[in-house]
Nanobody
Framework: QLQASGGGLVQAGGSLRLSCAAS????????IGWFRQTPGEERAFVAA????????YYADSVKGRFTISKDSAKNTVYLQMNSPKPADTAVYYC???????????????????????WGKGTLVTVSS
């Protein structure tokens, strides 16, 4: 089970950190990632990492601004959002899957495999 938190209102150019806490320690083959969705639009991939070796993969739209990381002691994955833009406003969801961080990106539009798991979203609003 995944629990996302940390959403809220942030000014453009500021910073915000989202957390995704897993109810149990993920397996080393697990990828945990972040997706986002705004009303009327399809869900979009943001970033993902491999729990075992920490490999990461980012959407081009957030590369250089957002950083995904983990705290193994807390079974938690973070999304550090630096210099957010109003276009980053969305409900952010965390998810887990068995696969690579890059492969996880397809979960924006379809299941990766039968082991996909989604948490509830957290709303991020970026004001201009």
């Amino acid at each position: 089970q995944l629990q996302a938190s940390g959403g809220g209102l942030v000014q453009a150019g500021g910073s915000l950190r989202l957390s995704c806490a897993a109810s149990r320690r993920p397996f080393s083959s697990t990828a945990i990632g972040w997706f986002r969705q705004t009303p009327g639009e399809e869900r979009a991939f943001v970033a993902a990492l491999n729990w075992g070796d920490g490999r990461t993969y980012y959407a081009d739209s957030v590369k250089g601004r957002f950083t995904i990381s983990k705290d193994s002691a807390k079974n938690t994955v973070y999304l550090q959002m630096n210099s957010p833009k109003p276009a980053d406003t969305a409900v952010y969801y965390c998810a887990s899957a068995v696969g690579s961080p890059r492969a996880m990106a397809v979960m924006a539009t379809r299941p990766l495999n039968g082991k996909d798991n989604w948490g509830k979203g957290t709303l991020v609003t970026v004001s201009s």
